[in-house]
């Protein structure tokens, strides 16, 4: 199987910045997309950036100029930058990653991002 786990998270407050990690071990073969999504409580979960193999990136509009994903395919890990964070930045963040040969996604178990006002 295929196991994701976070890093990262933390308290910090509004204007500052956090950097998320996670790394996929386990029965890889070819990982497709990587991502980060988030929850915030009372809300559904969001996309907030993704990342292809090749690097093409894509961010929610709320996190564009802001936040930077990247991801090392040697290592299978996947990064996410958070500058100039703001409060409503708060929530649970969870970190996918598509398993080509198996044709499904895989999550992290979440890390908590708090930005205080």
């Known amino acids: 199987q295929v196991q994701l786990v976070e890093s990262g998270g933390g308290l910090v407050q509004a204007g500052g910045s956090l950097r998320l990690s996670c790394a996929a071990s386990g029965s890889i073969f070819s990982i497709g997309g990587m991502g980060w999504y988030r929850q915030a409580p009372g809300k559904q979960r969001e996309l907030v950036a993704t990342i292809t193999s090749g690097g093409s990136t894509n961010y929610a509009d709320s996190v564009k100029g802001r936040f930077t994903i990247s991801r090392d395919n040697a290592k299978n890990t996947v990064t996410l930058q958070m500058n100039s964070l703001k409060p409503e930045d708060t929530a649970v963040y969870y970190c996918?990653?598509?398993?080509?040969?198996?044709?499904?996604?895989?999550w992290g178990q979440g890390t908590q991002v708090t930005v205080s006002s």
């Open positions: 996918y990653c598509y398993i080509i040969s198996f044709n499904r996604a895989y």
